[in-house]
């Protein structure tokens, strides 16, 4: 199972370090870590070019959810994690990721509370999904036409609704 993380930042210098780091000290690495820079003017571009293993994607600002859009036409492998630039993974969180799905062949999302994995449908039965805790099949995303950007407010809950009736 080929992961791409996609970790957007804006105006991040202070945690965006650290965000990285916890991706690529995963028990289980990533396959490609990719960064979306969406119009910082602080330094964050810059502290990518730190991390060799991780490329950089720089757009006007456009939001958050633009840049997610732009970072996974980046994307080479059929799945992707996202990571917002001020959150941090357990050390673990694509281990267990990867095992259930392997457990549950037929998934196409899941989402990694920070002590186990769940089903999409049960996660949103718990409240809102923290998008650094999901993994995507590429290939729904895409069909799904990734997150609306015409919203302005809840666009991951609108998405997260569009996936839970494809699936």
């Not at 690495?29 to 960064?35: G, L, P, S």
């Not at 959810?65 to 694509?94: H, Q, S, T, Y």
Request: aromatic residues 8%.
């Amino acid at each position: 199972m080929k992961i791409s993380v996609v970790i957007t930042a804006h105006n991040d210098v202070a945690t965006l370090a650290e965000s990285i780091s916890s991706v690529l000290s995963q028990s289980r690495k990533a396959d490609e870590v990719i960064v979306v820079d969406d119009g910082s003017t602080d330094a964050s571009s810059e502290v990518v070019k730190i991390y060799y293993e991780v490329s950089l994607l720089r757009q006007k600002e456009m939001g958050g959810f633009c840049a997610r859009n732009n970072g996974v036409m980046m994307v080479e492998n059929p799945w992707i994690a996202f990571l917002d630039a001020k959150d941090i993974w357990p050390k673990d969180k694509l281990q267990k990721q990867i095992a259930f799905h392997k457990a549950n062949p037929e998934l196409k999302i899941s989402v990694y509370d920070g002590k186990k994995c769940l089903f999409l449908q049960d996660a949103l039965q718990q409240g809102r999904i923290d998008d650094s805790s999901i993994i995507i099949e590429k290939k729904l995303y895409e069909t799904l036409g990734g997150f609306d950007e015409a919203f302005e407010v809840s666009e991951d809950d609108e998405f997260w609704m569009r996936v839970l009736e494809a699936i």
